[in-house]
């Protein structure tokens, strides 16, 4: 029986549809930048490496806003 090797799963790019939400919705943005939060409090340097190429995009540049930026280099 053959088991599955979850770290290499979740290796390499996130799939097109989330860059492709995170490009035309706010929610969406606004859910990706929270998830990043998330992975730099837990320290979770892989998925962090995965969802940062995506926020360069966001909807009308969300992700460069002072309180995201300030919250993600406070932690």
């Known amino acids: ?10 290796i390499g790019p996130p799939p097109d549809a989330f860059q492709a939400y995170v490009n ?12 990043t939060l998330h992975l ?21 540049g969300r992700s460069y806003d002072d309180p995201f930026l300030h919250s993600l280099v406070q932690i």
């Open 1 to 10: 029986m053959k088991t599955l090797n979850l770290k290499s799963f979740f």
């Open 24 to 35: 035309d919705s706010g929610v969406a943005a606004t859910l990706a930048m929270y998830y």
């Open 40 to 60: 730099t409090k837990q320290k979770d340097k892989l998925g962090l490496m995965r969802v940062l190429g995506c926020l360069s995009t966001t909807y009308h």
